[in-house]
């Protein structure tokens, strides 16, 4: 975490090894990210990458597959040939029947001599991007076949989804658990590893005007968004049965949550603010009963619809999903933190797919300041909000109340916005490439202790068992609209709504900003 703040920090030397290595997640994410720290001289000059998956391919065939992701996905371009050709020889495949001991013990045999090629001090780095039902086989052979036997480090990187309930994330736990140490495994969920939401402490913790008033006496709610345009294109199989409760919530949304809800760090050390997270999420007030659930909980599925004049079909027309289907493609609740700081504030959260913006948004609403004579009589006053913009913008902007300038006393909503990711000359990392840097330096701030990820699957199971027993309780929304009425109703029934993301559709507020609009 500390270490964070210095941008001259490189990784140790280690082995990179990649599993699933000519699957999506490595051609989207992870080839870019390797080469953006290489570019900017994180991984030093001791490294080597070993691709790993069944299919079988030359190195020269696996380093054009990197090239061509890279070139698609990468911020960085690719640079003169020199660069290239020292990135490129630092690959090599390997293919591996993953069930199979004997391939790990050629695997540790083609390791050593990379490592003694490239002097790597025995520093191993697995990143599973494979089927969690794999997580533990992976496990198990990597230790039978020797490949957790150098001197030095061995860290396990995995992905979602870590089970489909409590039970099932539990069981995926100890398998991986009977050979890694918990401090080992480091679980990643992407959106910790974006820069606004780790912006969310520096924000919190290090103004003066925000902490004092961050708790039940002056916050009104706090609003959490995550409205994505896209359907499930080409993953209907795995989404029909994940749904965005699990795909979403148990995840991406509560560890938002956490990172808005929780106390101060005693220390900036990884257990010390993952202790924090984990109060959090053992104070959200839990789902008693069916009908807690419908109170409280809005699931919706899209039907047929429009975005921006294109026609779009209904969840259940989409490929690899049964025309009856009762999965979630949106959800919205009311969360409570029953703790001292957020005893009674709503901490309202929705995501869905084919919503009409790809946005993701925590807007913290304050309470009003007290009616008086001189404002209150002649108007509604707007209530002040802090919104943190996450995704795809990279910002935060506070909305006051000022004078309109003229005679009249009327007051006029100002917002001023402080824009990341509209400055020219900044080219934020993506999370992929903190996430593995912070892997590669034994920094698991930001990824997902088990005790946190068991408190999210117990909250969440009850939602999902409800939904089970009343299938009826789904609701339906037109592709490209917000989501189905009742999440709506869900805010008007205790006097609030959800504010606008991208707030600048909203009228009569004066934007004043780092940038030109
Ligand atoms: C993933 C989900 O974890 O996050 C996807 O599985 C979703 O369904 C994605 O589209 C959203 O991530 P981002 O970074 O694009 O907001």
Redo the contacts with the bound molecule.
């Keep these: 975490m500390t270490d964070q703040l210095n941008d001259n920090v490189t990784a140790e030397g280690a082995v990179y090894f990649i599993f699933g290595a000519t699957g999506d997640l490595a051609r989207r994410k992870l080839f870019p990210a390797l080469y953006s720290l290489y570019r900017e001289g994180k991984l030093g000059d001791k490294f080597a990458i070993v691709g790993l998956a069944r299919r079988p391919r030359t190195d020269e065939q696996f380093r054009e597959d990197v090239l061509e992701s890279i070139k698609e996905f990468c911020r960085y371009k690719i640079g003169d040939g020199q660069d290239w050709q020292g990135f490129a020889e630092r690959f090599t495949y390997h293919s591996l029947d993953i069930g199979n001991v004997d391939g790990f013990r050629e695997l540790k045999a083609s390791t050593e001599a990379l490592e003694a090629r490239y002097s790597i001090p025995g520093n191993r780095l697995f990143y599973l991007a494979l089927a969690p039902e794999l997580f533990g086989t992976v496990s198990r052979n990597l230790r039978d076949g020797g490949m957790l036997e150098s001197a030095g480090w061995h860290r396990l990187v995995i992905e979602?989804p870590f089970g489909y309930d409590y039970p099932s994330a539990s069981k995926l736990n100890e398998e991986i658990r009977h050979v890694f140490r918990e401090e080992e495994v480091f679980r990643i969920d992407?959106?910790l590893g974006k820069e606004m939401v780790q912006n969310i402490e520096v924000i919190r913790f290090a103004n003066a005007f925000f902490e004092p008033l961050w708790n039940k006496q002056h916050i009104a709610n706090v609003q959490i968004t995550?409205a994505?345009t896209?359907g499930v294109e080409e993953r209907g199989a795995y989404?029909n049965k994940s749904g965005a409760l699990r795909?979403?919530v148990q995840n991406?949304m509560l560890q938002m949550l956490t990172m808005i809800a929780m106390e101060p760090p005693s220390h900036l050390d990884p257990e010390a603010i993952r202790d924090e997270k984990v109060k959090v999420l053992r104070s959200l007030r839990g789902f008693k009963s069916g009908d807690e659930v419908r109170e409280r909980v809005i699931r919706g599925q899209y039907t047929s619809g429009e975005l921006r004049g294109q026609p779009l079909n209904g969840y259940r027309e989409e490929d690899s999903v049964p025309p009856d289907s009762t999965t979630e493609t949106f959800f919205a609740a009311r969360l409570f933190v029953d703790n001292f700081r957020w005893s009674g504030v709503p901490f309202y959260v929705r995501t869905g797919k084919r919503l009409p913006v790809k946005s993701?948004e925590i807007v913290v609403e304050f309470k009003n300041v007290p009616g008086n004579l001189l404002f209150a009589s002649r108007q509604q006053l707007q209530p002040n909000l802090l919104v943190i913009r996450v995704?795809p913008m990279e910002g935060i902007y506070i909305k006051i109340n000022a004078k309109k300038p003229g005679n009249e006393m009327t007051v006029q909503p100002v917002a001023m916005e402080f824009c990341q990711s509209c400055q020219i000359g900044i080219n934020t990392p993506e999370a992929y490439e903190r996430l593995i840097f912070d892997a590669a330096r034994g920094d698991s701030t930001y990824f997902t202790r088990w005790d946190e990820l068991a408190a999210a699957w117990q909250l969440v199971d009850p939602i999902a068992a409800a939904w089970q027993e009343h299938a009826a309780d789904l609701a339906y929304y037109s592709a490209g609209a917000w989501g189905p009425q009742q999440a709506h109703k869900l805010l008007h029934q205790d006097g609030f709504h959800w504010w606008p993301v991208n707030g600048q559709d909203e009228d009569n507020v004066i934007w004043v900003s780092n940038t030109s609009k």
């Design positions: 979602k992407h959106y995550l994505e896209v989404y795909d979403m991406h993701t995704n």
